[in-house]
């Protein structure tokens, strides 16, 4: 999809820096699928002691392990 969006230049610097790409495309790219990870990942969490998983189930264990 195309977009044009504003963005921080500085921001955009230091996050094509950190991801290690050479376009802002590239880093805004990686940013959204990183959110959305963590996202799923915070929904996950909230979801311990809901009832979905026993509190003392060993993962491990359910798959032949130790």
């Known amino acids: 999809m195309r977009k044009s969006v504003v963005v921080d230049e500085t921001l955009a610097m230091k996050a ?4 290690n790409v050479q376009t802002i495309d590239e ?6 699928r ?3 990870q963590g ?3 915070r929904r996950l ?3 311990k002691g ?3 998983i026993r509190e003392d189930y060993d993962s491990d264990r359910a798959r032949g392990g130790r």
């Not at 094509?16 to 991801?19: F, L, N, Q, S, V």
């Open 27 to 32: 880093a805004i790219d990686i940013a959204l």
């Open 45 to 47: 969490f909230e979801l």
């Open 16 to 19: 094509m820096k950190i991801a």
């Open 34 to 36: 990183r959110y959305v």
């Open 50 to 52: 809901t009832g979905g």
């Open 39 to 41: 996202a799923r990942q």
